[in-house]
């Protein structure tokens, strides 16, 4: 409850009017859909002028081409899956959508339902910036319901990840570490808890795509254990080739197989 109530208060910020067009808010020239490819958080969710109360929830937007996108997402306890197609810049036609079953408190599974009913029927999105903001939000609108949603970007760079679970070759098991991670274009800064990495690193936030290279890094001794947590994460790192986004969860691939995860802690600026 706490949660979703620190999220509803950060969501509130971003509230004014009934209307895509937010009061203080620019809309941007009308992007194609495929501008919008990549993860979003969801910030706000107003429906007749009444800003919902959220869970934990975002929205994967991926290009197949011709027109057409894979949406996927987070609910807040379920994920969901689906389709949609956008041949005009501004209109869109999402789902239908197929979704996990998972169960969770009674306020997040309300949301749910309202938020899985928002999605089936939004039928237009724009692209814009609030006043005194330089990002960029999605805005989606479901105009049956009288309802849209606006989501702020996610992204891997720019932000302390901090160590949460590591692949030890036959499983992922989750740890409490130190070890840290800050991303920029093409470099990584990653503390292992007890050494400091430069590493080089590529990003495509199109295709979620990641690969990290060699770089100089400090030779201090620690424990057993932080070196063994150390030497697992520098193999795991290097054999990544892409990653997710889900809230503040930073889960790193080898195709199929999931290597680290991380969560997010801050903003670095």
């Given at each position: 409850?706490?949660?979703?109530?620190?999220?509803?208060?950060?969501?509130?910020?971003?509230?004014?009017?009934?209307?895509?067009?937010?009061?203080?808010?620019?809309?941007?020239?009308?992007?194609?859909?495929?501008?919008?490819?990549?993860?979003?958080?969801?910030?706000?969710?107003?429906?007749?002028?009444?800003?919902?109360?959220?869970?934990?929830?975002?929205?994967?937007?991926?290009?197949?081409?011709?027109?057409?996108?894979?949406?996927?997402?987070?609910?807040?306890?379920?994920?969901?899956?689906?389709?949609?197609s956008s041949k005009v810049?501004?209109?869109?036609?999402?789902?239908?959508?197929?979704?996990?079953?998972?169960?969770?408190?009674?306020?997040?599974?309300?949301?749910?339902?309202?938020?899985?009913?928002?999605?089936?029927?939004?039928?237009?999105?724009?692209?814009?910036?609030?006043?005194?903001?330089?990002?960029?939000?999605?805005?989606?609108?479901?105009?049956?319901?009288?309802?849209?949603?606006?989501?702020?970007?996610?992204?891997?760079?720019?932000?302390?990840?901090?160590?949460?679970?590591?692949?030890?070759?036959?499983?992922?098991?989750?740890?409490?570490?130190?070890?840290?991670?800050?991303?920029?274009?093409?470099s990584a800064s990653v503390?292992?808890?007890?050494?400091?990495?430069?590493?080089?690193?590529?990003?495509?936030?199109?295709?979620?795509?990641?690969?990290?290279?060699?770089?100089?890094?400090?030779?201090?001794?620690?424990?057993?254990?932080?070196?063994?947590?150390?030497?697992?994460?520098?193999?795991?790192?290097?054999?990544?080739?892409?990653?997710?986004?889900?809230?503040?969860?930073?889960?790193?691939?080898?195709?199929e197989t999931l290597l680290?995860?991380?969560?997010?802690?801050?903003?670095?600026?």
């Open positions: 409850m706490k949660k979703v109530l620190l999220i509803l208060a950060a969501a509130l910020v971003f509230a004014s009017c009934n209307s895509t067009k937010v009061e203080g808010g620019k809309m941007e020239k009308n992007q194609k859909l495929s501008y919008c490819i990549g993860n979003w958080q969801l910030v706000l969710l107003m429906k007749d002028g009444v800003a919902q109360t959220l869970a934990n929830a975002d929205l994967t937007i991926a290009d197949k081409g011709g027109g057409n996108f894979d949406m996927s997402g987070f609910m807040g306890a379920n994920r969901f899956m689906g389709g949609a810049a501004g209109q869109i036609k999402a789902g239908p959508f197929a979704s996990t079953r998972r169960g969770a408190s009674q306020e997040i599974m309300e949301f749910e339902t309202l938020f899985s009913q928002f999605l089936n029927g939004i039928d237009s999105y724009s692209v814009e910036k609030l006043d005194g903001h330089a990002f960029e939000t999605l805005v989606l609108k479901n105009s049956a319901m009288n309802a849209y949603a606006r989501f702020s970007k996610n992204s891997i760079f720019d932000t302390l990840w901090k160590l949460n679970a590591i692949n030890e070759g036959n499983a992922v098991t989750s740890l409490s570490s130190s070890a840290t991670m800050t991303l920029e274009k093409n503390f292992t808890g007890i050494n400091q990495a430069n590493l080089g690193v590529k990003v495509d936030e199109g295709k979620s795509q990641i690969a990290f290279s060699d770089g100089p890094m400090t030779r201090a001794a620690g424990s057993e254990e932080d070196m063994r947590t150390e030497s697992l994460l520098m193999q795991n790192l290097f054999k990544t080739n892409h990653y997710s986004l889900s809230g503040g969860s930073l889960s790193l691939y080898d195709g680290l995860e991380f969560e997010r802690q801050d903003w670095v600026r």
